[in-house]
């Protein structure tokens, strides 16, 4: 399969014109899945829910998921793209998946990270997996990095490929090896899809530290981007190498596992 990822820097507030710089980037992409940061409609750091609430939207009919569900049916790509998303009263830091076929799907961020602590329910979807054209995709947001859990819940679940929408503030040497250790340990495809630029609110300021990655199964990083660049980058990968966990003769990591002995 074809995978791109876009890595940008999202006007705060600006979803007319992250639409636009989305659009542009990815014209002429021809892709099975295409994966867009964390909060790429509205910018990520707000620390007041008065001041998001305006931007987030419904997935149903919000402007930039209808633009992302457009993008799926218009160029045949499973699209994965992180958006403020309006449930009522509440708001979460969600991920639209967007099905060729114009179904689709939210994933609510589970583990929040820092200031979206006073600004975003925490995720209740749970790890869900959807499948197009025979390939298993899961998804995970930024911050659920950290938890093996996360990934290890997707792989469980059947994902050959982990959508992993970000706006990374972690020095990239912290997060490349980890998500090539969760490559590895699940045997899973993952393609992290970061921001780069900055955002300062209140005189505090965040910097996302870029270098999107696609890396393959066996944890080789297949296509990367710079720190700072707004870009896509492509690689092929083998879904389908993903469904056996054996390593060797004896090994198998699913198999050999041993949940009965994992509780604490
Ligand atoms: C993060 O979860 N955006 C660091």
Redesign the pocket.
Known sequence: MNIAAVQTAPIHGGIEENIERIASLTEGVRADLLVIP?LASTG?FFTERSALAGLAESPEDGRFCRFIRSMAVGRGMVVVAGFAELAGEKLYNSALIALPDGSWSVYRKAHL??K?KLVFEPGDSGFGVVEWNGVRIGTM???DWRFPEAARALALAGADVIAHP?????AASLWGPTMRTRALENKVIIVTANRCGAEEIGGEKLSFTGESRIISHNSTPLAMAGPDEETVITAEADPLATRNKAFNAYNDIFADRRPELYRA
């Open positions: 964390e990520y990270f820092y979206e947001i930024c911050y970000s706006n990374l503030v972690a």
